[in-house]
């Protein structure tokens, strides 16, 4: 059991968990989406009384911030006991797209070329962080929600904002991936 727990999940396994979540969401009248639960820490630390945009009833929201919360013990707990001791797997096609990229480091989750502690004051990764982070809250803030929110929550709502939210996501993903990443791999 340890064993199939420690290891990835295959795709319909974790499919199946995150339809089970949804059909329980939508049954309880809840959404789903992380944004929301930066909002509902705000408004619960008083930011509704300098911004009305902040100003809700953020009692409703709990469970969002309760469930950041649970993903982020999750997410220790599993990386710290739950996590394989074999590298990941990457087809030859992608390692070999990483390499022109220069990442050749596939020995952890994550490529120590980028994520290392030697890489966290580069300019590369300040540029990563400012830009990327800019990005990231404007474009929630713009298509009112975030990918996990309009991906799993608008599309099992059938919302036509949600699907054209994500078709955005797959475009800007793509064009980063295939035109700009490379130049700021240079930097």
């Given amino acids: 059991m340890m064993e199939f727990i420690s290891q990835p999940w295959p795709w319909y396994v974790a499919g ?26 705000c408004s619960m630390c008083g930011a509704g009384k300098k911004v009305p945009f902040f100003n809700v009833n953020w ?6 911030v309760v469930f950041v919360f649970g993903a982020l013990i999750g997410g220790y707990v599993a990386g710290t006991w739950l996590s394989s001791p074999n590298d990941i797997e990457l087809s030859a096609a ?19 070329e980028l994520f290392g502690l030697d890489q966290m004051f580069t300019l590369r990764t ?22 996990s929110g309009h991906a799993i929550s608008g599309l099992s709502n059938l919302q036509l904002p949600s699907l ?23 930097l």
């Fill in 126 to 147: 300040l540029v990563f962080s400012i830009l990327g982070g800019f990005l990231i809250g404007f474009g929630t803030r713009y298509a009112g929600g975030c990918t």
């Fill in 59 to 64: 009692r409703n929201q709990l469970w969002n």
């Fill in 94 to 112: 992608t390692i070999q797209d990483l390499q022109k990229l220069g990442i050749s480091d596939f020995s952890g989750l994550v490529p120590l």
């Fill in 16 to 41: 199946a968990g995150i339809t089970l979540v949804m059909f329980l969401l939508l049954w309880l009248g809840g959404e789903f989406g992380v944004s929301g639960a930066l909002g509902t820490m």
């Fill in 164 to 186: 054209i939210a994500v078709i955005g996501f797959f475009i800007g993903g793509l064009a980063m991936t295939h035109l700009l990443l490379p130049y700021f791999m240079k």
